[in-house]
């Protein structure tokens, strides 16, 4: 099978490998889509706590080709998606039910190989079968979909508040989605590039702010009315943490959900907190999200096509890796059954 390999920080290589034999409680996945992440951009850079060697791809899905011994809930054939943070069961964490938070957490396309290949072997436990009518494609993205779910339940996020979202990338579009099946009474996206706020406005916000302009921060409070209810910000950025600070009503709530840098620092005041009221939340992955994410995704409540930006043969990683942080890409697909020849054809936002 081809598969993509990082070997070390910045060194990814497409190369043949066997294909991994399932033991008695796996399955072997043979991969449709796996979504290139901001997270394998950190992995590329050595950033996270990844383990070398590694095919890194954590957000796919695929149809079962074997299914070890001891497997009852799926069989060969069935489409399935991965949850690829697999837990110990047994620490403090996961015995008070934060298995985010987990002492021995690890990742499907971090400290074992994932998705960037032909086929990928998980343990049966970690695939969620996809329900009817689900494309694989639109399957791959239940993990980003459950990891705005959890945040979303970490903020408390109520309908009829006014929702400010930061960044437009594909998170922060999934995020607008969400709030506004969700009932948000107003939803707002700052986003400084033009492309992704026209898409914004057809997926349902009622405004879109482009922040680099001067006086944004008043422009996102008169959008909101007055200041937002919950402020998201999906940018991991610093800049757009102290935004989302002062574009957020008294009272109100910051979710930081964007991945910063580990190095990155934000500049806030303690007396916001004491005189707004500010409540500042962090979230994290997505403890029992995934199936929600899968219904969610079932019903329509989120369109995931207009999202997808670029498709790769899984040959051509590196590229897609390349291509999913420049300017002109939102989500950038690997789909390893695609031959290369179309990859090179892009859709434009
Ligand atoms: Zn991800
Ligand atoms: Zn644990």
Known sequence: MKAAVLKGPGELVAEARLCPEPGPEDILIKVHT???C????HLFHGEHLVTFPVV?????????????????HLKVGDPVTIDPNIVCGVCPFCRRGQIQLCEQLTAVGVNRDGGFADYCLAPAEQAYHLPDGLTLEAGAFAEPLACCLHGLDRARFSRGAKVLILGGGSIGQLMLQLVRSGGASKVVLSEPRENRRRLALKLGADAAVDPSESHAVLALREATEGGADLTIECAGHEKAVEQ???????GGVVLLFGVSSPEAQAHIRPYDFFLRELTLVGSFINPFTHQRALEILAAGQVNTSP???????VEQTVEALRMSRSPEALKVLVQPGKDSAVSAALTPL
Not at 38 to 41: K, L, P, W
Not at 56 to 72: I, L
Not at 307 to 313: D, G, N
Request: charged share 25%; with cysteine.
């Open 244 to 250: 989302a600070l002062a574009a957020t009503r008294r």
């Open 34 to 36: 796996c979504g290139v």
């Open 56 to 72: 890194p791809g954590h957000e796919f899905s695929g149809t079962v080709e074997e299914v070890g011994g001891k497997v009852r």
């Open 307 to 313: 999202l997808v930006s670029h498709r790769f043969p």
């Open 38 to 41: 901001g997270t394998d951009s």
